[in-house]
């Protein structure tokens, strides 16, 4: 298990500084965090996408030039990508939904940062946990969602991708 989530960290870091370095990318990526917090009874996570794929997707979905992450960024382009994100990125708990919200996001070179909250998450209550990422899947056919989840002293890592878009974590 703990082989298989060094295998996609370090992979998913050479894909971002590779990327980084490189200035422009031609392969579709999202790295997700998902942390169970004790002391907040939540799950914490991370997501991180691609400021181009993002405007991209603003414009095709939502017919706007938003200028993501500028001084010029378009009035509706978070209402959007909240609405997008709660479409396509779910949290299922013993098979019920999970509300969570987007708390806020922050720029990091060619790409944004965002990070989300679901609250009142009680760790006893959980025996399943399945995650659903089609982050822009509907955009890019060969678009990439990796998934590190951490929770009860368990880790596992997920590959989603268009035709496998959810990853399932039974917890012991």
């Known amino acids: 298990m703990r082989l298989i989530y060094l295998r996609f960290s370090a992979i998913g870091c050479f894909f971002l500084c590779l990327v980084s370095w490189s200035g422009t990318h031609k392969f579709y990526l ?14 914490q996570m991370t997501s991180r996408l ?7 997707l603003l414009s095709k ?3 706007i030039e938003s200028h993501f992450e500028t001084k010029d960024q378009h009035p509706m382009a978070l209402k959007f990508l909240n609405e997008y994100f709660q479409k396509k990125f779910q949290i299922r708990i013993n098979g019920a939904g999970v509300d969570y919200r987007i708390l806020g996001q922050k720029r990091d070179t060619d790409m944004v940062i965002f990070f989300m909250e679901a609250k009142g998450v009680y760790l006893t209550d959980i025996q399943e946990l399945e995650v ?21 002293g368990q880790k ?16 012991n």
Do not use: C, W
Request: charged content about 30%; overall charge negative; hydrophobic content about 35%.
């Open 30 to 43: 999202s790295v997700t965090q998902v942390n169970y917090s004790e002391k907040e009874h939540s799950l």
């Open 132 to 152: 659903y990422n089609a982050l822009l899947t509907d955009l890019y056919d060969d678009q990439q969602n990796v998934v590190h989840l951490k929770i009860k």
């Open 50 to 56: 691609f400021i181009d794929d993002l405007n991209d």
């Open 61 to 63: 979905r939502y017919s």
């Open 156 to 171: 596992k890592s997920f590959l989603l991708m268009k035709d496998k878009p959810s990853g399932l974590l039974k917890l």
